[in-house]
């Protein structure tokens, strides 16, 4: 019985161990995500003339970079985490070491007792810490990722439906196509003018020519 018990701790612990492995894994993968995101951003990015567009390019940059540094944080504190695990597993092997005594070991028992507890708090503390930022590493992430797709979306879909209005407009035009104008109507003709009066002839009759003068001899 015994050595089925040990049998299945071990497997027990086995299992514990390669979970552990794993997310330490995909902690530091994530971690190093963020950080080939960000300078990918950077390097591909294109400023245009749309001041929103560039507010969530910028913006998702800043999400990245605190994302990260949220990351590095965390991992600044994981091991402050193992070290007061293992501290307080020192404690409580000292207290079952002092228990087995028969002599008086009050104040040595009371302070290992207070050791662990303050142990035990200081551990609590940094494991919500921990989960905390986590928690604002993925979110930070996630939210980065969404304002540099969005900033480089949104031009390609102003694109997409500015081709779709023109294809719109073209294609009603040829269906409807655009009605000539009625021509006005001509313009009535004006009456013709009276015929203007030649001009008047003088009745005087020509002058006679004068006989010529005879020369003298």
């Known amino acids: 019985m015994t050595q089925e018990s040990n049998q299945i701790n071990s497997a027990g612990a086995a299992s514990n161990l390669k979970g552990i492995e794993i997310k330490v894994k995909?902690?530091?993968?994530?971690?190093?995500?963020?950080?080939?995101?960000?300078?990918?951003?950077?390097?591909?990015?294109?400023?245009?003339?749309?001041?929103?567009?560039?507010?969530?390019?910028?913006?998702?940059?800043?999400?990245?970079?605190?994302?990260?540094?949220?990351g590095l944080l965390r991992l600044e504190k994981i091991p402050i985490a193992y070290f007061l695990s293992a501290d307080i597993k020192e404690v409580q092997h000292?207290?079952?070491?002092?228990?087995?005594?028969?002599?008086?070991?009050?104040?040595?028992?009371?302070?290992?007792?207070?050791?662990?507890?303050?142990?035990?708090?200081?551990?609590?503390?940094?494991?919500?810490?921990?989960?905390?930022?986590?928690?604002?590493?993925?979110?930070?992430?996630?939210?980065?990722?969404?304002?540099?797709?969005?900033?480089?979306?949104?031009?390609?879909?102003?694109?997409?439906?500015?081709?779709?209005?023109?294809?719109?407009?073209?294609?009603n035009h040829v269906q409807n196509p655009p009605t000539a104008s009625p021509s006005r109507p001509a313009a009535a003709s004006t009456p013709p003018s009276a015929p203007t009066k030649p001009a008047d002839v003088s009745t005087t009759p020509p002058a006679k020519a004068s006989p010529p003068t005879k020369q003298r001899e």
């Open 26 to 70: 995909f902690e530091f993968y994530l971690l190093a995500l963020v950080f080939t995101v960000l300078a990918l951003a950077i390097q591909t990015s294109e400023f245009q003339a749309r001041w929103h567009t560039d507010a969530l390019e910028i913006l998702g940059w800043f999400l990245l970079l605190i994302s990260g540094i949220s």
């Open 94 to 171: 000292a207290i079952e070491q002092l228990g087995r005594f028969h002599f008086n070991t009050g104040n040595r028992a009371e302070d290992a007792a207070k050791t662990h507890d303050t142990k035990q708090r200081q551990l609590s503390d940094v494991k919500k810490k921990i989960a905390l930022i986590y928690r604002w590493h993925k979110c930070l992430f996630i939210a980065g990722i969404v304002s540099i797709a969005l900033a480089r979306a949104l031009p390609a879909w102003d694109g997409i439906r500015d081709s779709w209005r023109q294809s719109m407009s073209e294609s």
